[in-house]
Nanobody
Framework: QWQLVESGGGLVQPGGSLRLSCTAS????????IGWFRQAPGKGREGVSC????????FYADSVKGRFTISRDNAKNTVYLQMNSLKPEDTAVYYC????????????????????WGQGTQVTVSS
């Protein structure tokens, strides 16, 4: 059974940092494209950062460039999202996702292209 489990969310003050983790079970994460997505109240799910299988291509949303970093540890079957300089507008439920199939050119981080999802972890940025 394929499963993704996120952890690391919480409450942080503006300017602070958090590191989200997502561990896979039942499949090898290294053979998949990986991604982090978020959904704020009343908004649709958006791609935050994604990485192709083999890590040849990485996508960051403009709103997080220079502040967030995606990485993976294949030995631990885990993907991470390091989030620095957090802003109140980063508040959302964050989801990790994985998918075996190649992504269309120029569309590495569209939620509709990912088939396996975690349950989500809440990130709240507030003073």
């Amino acid at each position: 059974q394929w499963q993704l489990v996120e952890s690391g969310g919480g409450l942080v003050q503006p300017g602070g940092s958090l590191r989200l983790s997502c561990t896979a079970s039942g499949f090898i994460l290294g053979y998949n494209a990986i991604g982090w997505f978020r959904q704020a109240p009343g908004k649709g799910r958006e791609g935050v950062s994604c990485r192709s299988m083999g890590d040849s291509t990485t996508f960051y949303a403009d709103s997080v460039k220079g502040r967030f970093t995606i990485s993976r540890d294949n030995a631990k079957n885990t993907v991470y999202l390091q989030m620095n300089s957090l802003k109140p507008e980063d508040t959302a439920v964050y989801y990790c996702a994985a998918d075996f199939y190649p992504k269309p050119s120029g569309r590495l981080c569209d939620p509709v292209d990912f088939g396996s999802w975690g349950q989500g972890t809440q990130v709240t940025v507030s003073s």
